[in-house]
């Protein structure tokens, strides 16, 4: 039998790709608008994301989706949360504003800063693709078959700074400046980037999802 | 430091057709758009760029059923561009699988549509499409509709405008150097490198493998290719290892 997802719509991203990716993966993929008692077995849950974090945390809890997300984590069954979807698992954004999140992760999301550690004004959005660098043994997580440097497509102005170094899982260089690129705790993963724009490493990361 | 860059195939559609002009005008088919466009995926793409010529002009837009087809297959970031003047046209474009929308005569018309796109979908979803004109020295000016329409307005200046309205990213295509294979224009790469902030992808002139890091050197982020690609007269793989002996951070890996 094909691993089930459920992939959350908040009616901000365009789910189109992670859904189509996540197929190509051999997924049954089912989207889910609202929260509802129909989620509360779902074996996996992806919280894809672009677009701001206030509107799209304003438009989670519209929809009862919030909830879902904080039930399901405390499940302890598979979660990734994607770009936009990954910060939102931290206690606050400062992207226009101050919003909080989810809480799920202690931490604040911060602009990426606007220099490198030379000092010199760099590129904002961060886009690219650029390699992940382990912060803590990959094995057994969602990078288990990704090896150290692999690299991965980002576009982002914000990234999430972990209060506490035991959720690392993985890190990208951008001119000297750590970003957070990866983050796990239990089976509640988040990734900076988007492994369903990745290409081949994007793709094992989400097949390892579906084996999680 | 090492900046990164990206190598990104650019797909001109006319119809059902990839076509290739010489400074965007006298077309000629080059063939089926898929068929490129998975060629330049296996080949290491870091992203695909599609640009539907005559959108502008005709006023329609037919590239929904090509984007749905190449994206079905394709995993890396797939931008859009011809004919998106309004937010249904985004969120169409959206919905067929692209992952940013590139708009040039429409934010020209209405600026504020640059800051709707960006506020709905986020600025790394808004890439300003740039069509410039050198006019003087050091002084370049905006036109739409690949290069025929002039609008009045300096480059710079635009450019600086809507990035302040939301775009976060530039595909900075110059007129002149479009179609020739003569290497891009330096001067025009520095000016708006240095005028902005976001990423700026240049476009228009791509000829030699040492274009790619002589662009790199003027401050861009990314460069597209057009011909040199389609009529295989260069592989990516060339493009990117030119690149990368220059010193650039390239990603040289291709999908397993």
């Known amino acids: 039998m094909s691993p089930s997802v459920v992939v959350l719509d908040y009616g901000v991203g365009n789910l189109l790709n992670m859904v189509r990716a996540l197929e190509h993966c051999g997924a049954a993929v089912r989207v889910a608008e609202r929260g509802g008692a129909s989620l509360a077995n779902a074996s996996r849950l992806v919280l894809p994301g672009v677009g701001a974090f206030g509107d799209g945390m304003a438009e989670l809890r519209a929809r009862g989706l919030d909830e879902l997300v904080l039930r399901h984590a405390q499940t302890g069954r598979p979660f990734l949360g994607i770009c936009v979807g990954m910060q939102m698992l931290f206690d606050v954004s400062e992207e226009m504003g101050e919003h909080p999140g989810l809480g799920l992760l202690a931490g604040r999301v911060k602009a990426v800063p606007a220099v490198g550690a030379d000092g010199r004004a760099h590129r904002i959005p961060h886009i690219g693709w650029k390699a992940l660098e382990p912060r803590r043994d990959w094995q057994g997580t969602l990078l288990s078959d990704t090896q150290p440097g692999e690299r991965v497509y980002f576009v982002h102005s914000y990234a999430p700074v972990p209060d506490h170094e035991e959720v690392r899982l993985a890190d990208t260089d951008y001119d000297g400046v750590n970003i957070c690129a990866a983050v796990m705790r239990g089976n509640l993963y988040g990734c900076q980037f988007h492994p369903e724009r990745s290409a081949s490493p994007g793709l094992h990361m989400l097949r390892r999802f579906l084996a999680a | ?256």
């Not at chain 2, 006298?26 to 870091?46: I, S």
């Not at chain 2, 329609?60 to 190449?70: G, M, P, V, Y």
């Not at chain 2, 891009?184 to 240049?202: N, R």
């Open chain 2, 1 to 256: 430091m090492t900046r990164h860059i990206r190598v990104i195939p650019r797909l001109d559609i006319k119809g059902n057709n990839l076509i290739k002009g010489i400074h965007l005008e006298g077309l000629r088919v080059v063939g089926d758009p898929q068929e490129f466009a998975l060629r330049y995926y296996a080949e290491g793409a870091d992203e695909l760029v599609f640009v539907d010529i005559v959108a502008s002009l005709y006023q329609r837009n037919n590239l929904s059923d090509i984007i749905k087809r190449a994206a079905n297959q394709i995993y890396v970031p797939i931008t859009v561009g011809g004919g998106i003047r309004s937010l249904d046209d985004v969120s169409r474009m959206m919905h067929s699988g692209a992952d940013k929308v590139a708009i040039n005569t429409a934010a020209i018309a209405r600026p504020d549509l640059i800051a709707e796109v960006a506020r709905r979908y986020g600025s790394q979803c808004m890439v300003l499409g740039v069509e410039a004109k050198r006019v003087a020295d050091s002084h370049w000016e905006v036109y739409t509709d690949n290069g025929r329409q002039r609008t009045g307005r300096d480059v710079v200046a635009w450019v600086r405008q809507a990035v302040e309205l939301g775009a976060g990213e530039v595909m900075l295509t110059s007129v002149d150097q479009e179609g020739t294979r003569k290497g891009f224009d330096i001067p025009l790469l520095q000016a708006v490198c240095t005028a902005v902030t976001v990423p700026v992808i240049a476009s228009g002139g791509f000829g030699r493998a040492i274009d790619a890091p002589a662009a790199a050197a003027a401050g861009v982020s990314a460069i597209a290719v057009a011909d040199a690609l389609h009529w295989r007269r260069m592989g990516i793989g060339q493009i990117k290892q030119a690149t990368q002996a220059a010193g650039w951070d390239v990603r040289m890996e291709i999908p397993s």
